[in-house]
Structure formats: C-alpha cells, structure tokens
C-alpha cells in the first residue's frame, strides 16, 4: 500500500515526465565519444566533471551542444551525483555510467516503471531481463551475500544491492537526504559521508526507510570499453558492509530523535562535522587489497 505521500505525489506527477540524465565523469573523453551519441533524446543531460584533466568536457559539448556541464564541489562518485541531481529541472532522474558499462536503450524501461507508478525504478543484473558481461563469479558471490545482509537488516528484497543504474522522480530527492553538496571537504583526506562510491548502498538503504514503492528492472551490464575501473572487489566490499551497518545505525538515531522531539535538532551533526572519519580505514583497506 502507498502512502498518504506517495499518493499525494502520483496526483501531481506528469504523464509524460521530462527526463534529466546525470553522467558523472573524470578522464572519459574516449567512453564518451561512444556512449553520448546512445543516448534517447530528453529533457536534458548533465555531465558531472570530476575535474578531468583529458577532454571529456569538450567531447560532450562538441557531441551535445546543449549538453549542461557542472563542475562537481568535492570529490568521489556521490558527490559528482549530489552535484547532478540539484541542477536537474527534470521530473525524472538517470543515474548513467560514463564508462559504456550501461546501456542507453534501457532507459526507456526505467521510465515506464516510474510513469506505471514506481517511487523508484532499481536496475538489476540478477531480474528477469538482467544480466552482466563484466561481473566476475568472486564479486557475483560477494553482491548476493551483501544482498542477504542488506535484506534482513533493512528489510528489502533486493536482487542487486551494488549497481548504480537507476531512475527515481526528482521529487523523492528530499527522502534520499544526500550530503549537501555546498559544502567543502575539511582536508584533501577525508570525505564526507555519501561522497564516494558507497553512495549506491547509500541511496538503496534511505529509499528502503523512506517505504517509496521500489520496482527492479532488469538491466544487462556492458563491459567498460575504455581505460580500468577503479572498484575493487574485496576493499569496496567491505565499504558496501561498513555503509549498510552505518546506515543501519543511522536509522536507529533518526528513530530515537523521532521519539524525543528534544534531541532532533540538538543532537544533529553541523554541517562541517558530516564528514567519514572512517576513510582513512577505507584508504588503507584499498591499498591492502
């Protein structure tokens, strides 16, 4: 059963939403040449460059003159997507991979499960229509146990916890409470909480406790085509473990503040405290891996 919300919201929505897709990118001037040209025509695109030092700006404004670029505030993969999602004026919201690793055709697909009355519409390679041509049995091993940890922590039945192609109404953004992308980082070390590649878990945990109406679609994972990824399945894992036990954590404190009106302003952390004291931790299982 929706909620009272999410019926206020289905009132509201259009039929046939305008749809921004938000491409975070740092040094994919070569993907992009292949992957912008796939794109179905929208609303808008938005490049989310990570500072790159090759031409992936001008690549995409050569391939999409109106392509709108945003320089993001901070560093890391959730920031780049923080930064995307607050200049999008669409309805809906793509999260696309730079890399060639998604498939553009797809979209249409996520879109229909929004417009049929989805909160949010989760790609997963593990659904019907899924599949990967990238994921090794190690790491498709190590996605089904952070899956059967995930679903009896958070309660979902999620197929696949570790996959970032997804599509959501802009007017779920408030519910998914991502860190403010206005703020500086305090040091070139540490990161603010949400800002790297956690993020996925991140927003997967926040919809599940905001009971939105999630629905899988099935999505088939292309092999990067240029250049080597930057995940690494043993030190990300235990990143993915270290965000649900966080966000489960998390979920407890915003109950106990619910429950005593007199500590839910008090006791929440200032802006310039929202940073991961853990990624030096994270940092040193990277380079142990």
């Keep these: 059963m929706l909620s009272s919300h999410a019926v206020t919201r289905s009132e509201i ?4 939403p305008r749809v921004t897709v938000v491409i975070p990118a740092m040094n994919e001037a ?6 912008l040209p796939e794109l179905p025509s929208v609303h808008e695109v938005i490049l989310v460059d990570g500072r790159s030092v090759d031409d992936t700006v001008g690549v995409a404004r050569r391939l999409l003159p109106d392509v709108k670029v945003v320089t993001q505030t901070r560093r890391g993969k959730g920031n780049a997507l923080a930064c995307g999602f607050a200049a999008a004026t669409g309805d809906v919201i793509v999260m696309f991979d730079a890399d060639g690793s998604a ?5 249409p697909a996520f879109v229909d499960a929004l417009k049929a009355g ?3 519409a989760k790609g997963s390679r593990f659904a019907p229509g899924g599949g990967s041509h990238d994921i090794t049995r190690f790491r498709a091993a190590g996605n089904r ?3 059967m940890l995930a ?3 958070i309660r979902t039945k999620y197929t696949d916890l570790c996959y970032g192609y997804n599509a ?16 500086r980082a305090l040091n070139d070390k540490r990161m603010v909480w949400g800002d790297g590649f956690e993020i996925e878990t991140v927003i997967n945990c926040r919809i599940a406790r905001a009971e939105l109406d999630i629905v899988e679609v099935g999505s088939v994972e292309r092999l990067r085509v240029h250049g080597e990824s930057n995940l690494n399945a043993v030190s990300d894992g235990l990143r993915v473990l270290k965000t649900i036990l966080a966000e489960r954590r998390r979920e407890a404190h915003v109950h106990r503040a619910a429950a005593d009106p007199t500590r839910s302003v008090a006791s929440r952390p200032k802006a310039d405290e929202q940073v991961d004291v853990l990624s030096e931790a994270s940092d040193s299982l990277s380079e142990s891996a």
């Design 30 to 35: 070569r993907n992009l040449e292949i992957v």
């Design 13 to 16: 929505r259009p039929d046939e």
């Design 145 to 147: 146990a952070l899956n």
């Design 151 to 153: 679903n009896l922590l």
């Design 103 to 107: 498939d553009a055709a797809e979209i």
């Design 118 to 120: 989805a909160d949010f």
């Design 168 to 183: 959501f109404w802009a007017d779920i953004l408030p519910s998914l409470a991502l860190p403010n992308h206005t703020i």
